[in-house]
């Protein structure tokens, strides 16, 4: 007789899981780019940096807008720069 283990993830297991397979594809593809291993929260931190400076780009018609995504693009950069990445 053959036994079956059965495994049953809650949804936000699964969530979690799903998250983190894509998030290690990304990082395997940042250090195809780049030549060198990275790992995954340095790859996270850089494309926060990103994301943040892109909206900051593209925020130019409300001033109070642009200051929120200015704090936002510096709170990333000093994220990346205590990790050591800056």
């Known amino acids: 007789m053959k036994k079956v283990l059965s495994l049953s993830l809650s949804l936000s297991q699964r969530v ?3 998250v983190s397979t894509f998030v290690e594809a990304y990082a395997r593809l940042f250090s ?37 995504t200015l704090g936002w693009f510096i709170v990333a950069l000093l994220d990346c720069k205590k990790a050591g990445i800056v």
């Open 16 to 18: 979690r899981m799903h």
């Open 32 to 68: 195809r780019y780049m030549g060198e291993e990275i790992s995954p929260s340095t790859v996270l931190k850089v494309t926060h940096a990103v994301i943040a400076f892109t909206i900051l780009v593209f925020s130019y018609g409300n001033v109070f807008f642009s200051l929120l």
